[in-house]
C-alpha cells in the first residue's frame, strides 16, 4: 500500500541546517514532494523532485533522493525563525492522488 | 497557490447541519481534490473530481459526504448531518491535469462542529 513516514519534531537552533527526513513505499511514484504549513495557514508547495533526480537545489533548500532506500530528505540551510512550520513530506501515487506524511514540526532554538 | 480559492475560510455548525464548502480552482485547471486535516495529523486524501466526473473517491466516507465539480462553477464538498468528528480543516487543491507536478493548494475551510 501507500504510505508516507516522517518523524514528528524537530528542534534547531537558529543559524543551523536543518534536514527533514521521509520514507514512502510507493516504488512508483513519478513525483515528490515538499510543503511547509504555517500555523493556521494552507498548504505551499516548497519544491518537488522528479524520481529520476537524485537532488534538486533552490535557494537554501537541498532535496536529496535516494530511491533505492526510498528516502527523501529536505535540508534547509541557516535555519531562520520564520521556517518554523510542518513541512509535509508527499508523493504521487500511481492513481495521481498525492499521498502525504503527518508532518514533521521544526521548532526553532534562539 | 493563492489562485485555488476556498470559502468559507471558517465555518462552524451545530451537530445535524449541513456542510457545503466551496473550491474554486486556478484559472485553467480541470482536476480537483480534497483532502482532510484532522487536529495534530497529516492530509487524508478524500476524493479525486474533474470536470463532471468523480474519478476517485476511495477516501470519502460511505456516509454523509459527497462531491461535486460541476461544468461551471466551484467544486462543492458537502456533509450532510455533521457530527464533531467531522470537525477538521478540509483542504482542496487543482491542477491541470494528471500526472503534473504540482497540485496547488488552496487556504483551506476550518470546520467546526458544536
Known amino acids: 500500500g501507500e504510505d508516507v513516514e516522517q518523524s514528528l519534531f524537530l528542534s534547531v537552533r537558529e543559524g543551523d541546517s536543518s534536514v527533514i527526513n521521509c520514507t514512502y513505499t510507493?516504488?512508483?511514484?513519478?513525483?515528490l514532494y515538499w510543503y511547509k504549513q504555517e500555523p493556521g495557514a494552507g498548504l505551499q508547495l516548497l519544491t518537488y523532485?522528479?524520481?529520476?533526480?537524485d537532488m534538486k537545489q533552490d535557494q537554501r533548500l537541498t532535496v536529496l533522493l535516494n530511491k533505492k532506500d526510498k528516502h527523501l530528505s529536505l535540508r534547509i540551510a541557516d535555519t531562520q525563525t520564520g521556517d518554523s512550520a510542518i513541512y509535509f513530506c508527499?508523493?504521487?501515487?500511481?492513481?495521481?492522488?498525492?499521498?502525504f506524511g503527518k508532518g514533521t514540526r521544526l521548532h526553532i532554538l534562539p | 497557490n493563492a489562485g485555488v480559492m476556498q470559502n468559507p475560510r471558517h465555518l462552524v455548525r451545530r451537530r445535524g447541519q449541513e456542510a457545503r464548502l466551496r473550491c474554486s480552482p486556478m484559472?485553467?485547471?480541470?482536476?480537483v481534490y480534497w483532502y482532510r486535516q484532522l487536529p495534530e495529523e497529516g492530509l487524508k486524501f478524500m476524493v479525486y473530481?474533474?470536470?463532471?466526473?468523480?474519478?476517485?473517491e476511495s477516501g470519502m466516507p460511505k456516509e454523509r459526504f459527497s462531491a461535486e465539480f460541476p461544468k461551471e462553477g466551484p467544486s462543492i464538498l458537502r456533509i450532510q448531518q455533521v457530527v464533531r468528528g467531522d470537525s477538521a480543516a478540509y483542504f482542496c487543491?487543482?491542477?491541470?491535469?494528471?500526472?503534473?507536478?504540482?497540485?496547488?493548494f488552496g487556504q483551506g475551510t476550518r470546520l467546526t462542529v458544536v
Open positions: 473530481l474533474q470536470k463532471e466526473n468523480i474519478i476517485d
Open positions: 484559472k485553467g485547471h480541470s482536476h
Open positions: 510507493d516504488s512508483s511514484s513519478t513525483y
Open positions: 508527499a508523493e504521487t501515487a500511481q492513481d495521481d492522488k498525492i499521498i
Open positions: 487543491a487543482s491542477s491541470p491535469g494528471q500526472g503534473i507536478a504540482e497540485a496547488f
Open positions: 523532485i522528479f524520481s529520476n533526480m
